[in-house]
């Protein structure tokens, strides 16, 4: 049983490139959600999918940031024209239902990195 | 508001008890999480507790939750080198259903030898 995955675990981009993160969630597991985390800080909710719907992106920034869960393939998480501001990590945790009674299992995250 | 307050750093004796504390503001949240984080790793789900329950006891690990102060804690018994990591307590936004989690800033368990 594989749990989330996320790729790549670190990622390296100059600022105004673009940046592609990837995330397939647990086999059955139609749920996901993306957080971030600054250093030294907690992780922050950035947008809840259900496959092919969003949900809740009360967390994201208006700009330059997107997020995707396809009816085929891994969730994305794209952030365009990356500034150094946007380095952190990034993790996608997926549930088998949406509510607040369903646990969340976290991948390892992707670092991002902005030179 | 959604807030989660919790210390910052904790340092226990290998042997001892480890208790981690956690207060939250949002009297709807439903379920509280408390997540462990390795240096490196993403986070790996501990145990978690419905708000109508006071205390859940889980091997080495007890929740205890007082609702009515709005307070949170994890207790680790025996506690090992390995358990060395940040630990996050999160609710969960019952209000709004959704089920995100809103997380503390992280407390840091260091065990000495």
């Known amino acids: 049983n594989a749990g989330v995955m996320q790729n790549p675990r670190h990622l390296v981009r100059r600022r105004g490139q673009e940046a592609r993160l990837r995330c397939s969630p647990v086999?059955?597991?139609?749920?996901v959600y993306w957080y971030r985390q600054l250093p030294e800080e907690g992780l922050k909710f950035m947008v809840y999918?259900?496959?092919?719907?969003?949900?809740?992106e009360s967390g994201m920034p208006k700009e330059r940031f997107s997020a995707e869960f396809p009816k085929e393939g891994p969730s994305i998480l794209r952030i365009q024209q990356v500034v150094r501001g946007d380095s952190a990590a990034y993790f996608c945790?997926?549930?088998?239902?949406?509510?607040?009674?369903?646990?969340?299992?976290f991948g390892d995250g992707t670092r991002l990195s902005i030179l | 508001g959604e807030d989660v307050e919790q210390s910052l750093f904790l340092s226990v004796r290998e042997g001892d008890s480890s208790v981690i504390n956690c207060t939250y503001t949002?009297?709807?949240?439903?379920?509280l999480y408390w997540y462990k984080q390795e240096p490196g790793a993403g986070l790996q789900l501990l145990t978690y507790?419905?708000?109508?329950?006071d205390m859940k006891q889980d091997q080495r690990l007890t929740v205890l939750l007082n609702k009515k102060d709005k307070h949170l804690s994890l207790r680790i018994a025996d506690t090992q080198t390995g358990d060395s990591a940040i630990y996050f307590c999160?609710?969960?936004?019952?209000?709004?259903?959704?089920?995100?989690?809103?997380f503390g800033q992280g407390t840091t368990l260091q065990v000495k030898p």
């Open positions: 999160a609710e969960s936004m019952g209000s709004s259903n959704t089920g995100k989690l809103i």
């Open positions: 507790i419905f708000s109508n329950m």
């Open positions: 949002d009297s709807s949240s439903t379920y």
């Open positions: 086999k059955g597991h139609s749920h």
């Open positions: 945790a997926s549930s088998p239902g949406g509510g607040a009674d369903q646990p969340q299992h």
């Open positions: 999918l259900q496959k092919e719907n969003i949900i809740d």
